[in-house]
Nanobody, 125 residues
């Protein structure tokens, strides 16, 4: 199994940027498809982005395309989410998730086996 710990959240003004990180430990990181999800108050957890095991494929929800970039460093067992041009509607708790699989795409919460504890992102208007 794998343990996931997110960091990098915070308070930022609209139009600003944040870079989230997710440190993984345990089983070989490169064997996992990785994803980012977010959950706003009173809403269901939603898919944000995912990346294949070798970074060859990425997928994004339409609302973040062109603004967010997912990346991974398998040598450092780390996942990142670069978030630019942030909007108030991006405010949520952001979670990284992992699935030991070669399947693609993986965009549903039930596709993932392992989750971090989340990091809060707040975008002020």
């Amino acid at each position: 199994q794998v343990q996931l710990v997110e960091s990098g959240g915070g308070l930022v003004e609209a139009g600003g940027s944040l870079r989230l990180s997710c440190a993984a430990s345990g089983r070989t990181f490169s064997t996992y498809v990785m994803g980012w999800f977010r959950q706003a108050p009173g809403k269901e957890r939603e898919f944000v982005a995912s990346i294949s095991r070798n970074s060859g494929m990425t997928d994004y929800v339409d609302s973040v395309k062109g603004r967010f970039t997912i990346s991974r460093d398998n040598a450092k067992s780390t996942l990142h989410l670069q978030m630019n041009s942030l909007k108030p509607e991006d405010t949520a708790v952001y979670y990284c998730a992992a699935r030991w699989s070669s399947s693609w795409p993986l965009t549903k919460t039930y596709d993932y086996n392992y989750w971090g504890q989340g990091t809060q992102v707040t975008v002020s208007s």
